[in-house]
Nanobody
Framework: QLQASGGGLVQAGGSLRLSCAAS????????GNWFHQAPGKQRELVAR???????TYGDSVKGRFTISRDNAKSTVYLQMNSLKPEDTAVYYC??????????????WGQGTQVTVSS
């Protein structure tokens, strides 16, 4: 249901944009979240965008990352700038998916690896 893409290898200070698309039908994303999980650590919230566009960020990414959405494409984005080696992790998207006003479920996309070299 959720297709995540956009990870890769980048040097410190560089940028990447992750995408998370609801696919497989006429679905829309209400609340969209990005989490990351580094080796040996718990998965933690990076950013959230609600249906009314309210955004929330983890302290470690404030001012560097921006979450946004394109409702026409049923896609949530995570623009990551000024990347640091400590941002290295697998990034997961998570969203509340609707079909019209019908709640379809809480879905997770497959993880996408982000590696930041120093």
């Amino acid at each position: 249901q959720l297709q995540a893409s956009g990870g890769g290898l980048v040097q410190a200070g560089g940028s990447l944009r992750l995408s998370c698309a609801a696919s497989g039908g006429r679905f829309s994303i209400k609340t969209g979240n990005w989490f990351h999980q580094a080796p040996g650590k718990q998965r933690e919230l990076v950013a959230r965008i609600t249906g009314d566009g309210t955004t929330t960020y983890g302290d470690s990414v404030k001012g560097r990352f921006t979450i946004s959405r394109d409702n026409a494409k049923s896609t949530v984005y995570l623009q990551m700038n000024s990347l640091k080696p400590e941002d290295t992790a697998v990034y997961y998207c998570n969203a509340l998916v609707f079909s019209g006003n019908l709640y379809r479920g809480d879905y997770w996309g497959q993880g996408t690896q982000v590696t930041v070299s120093s």
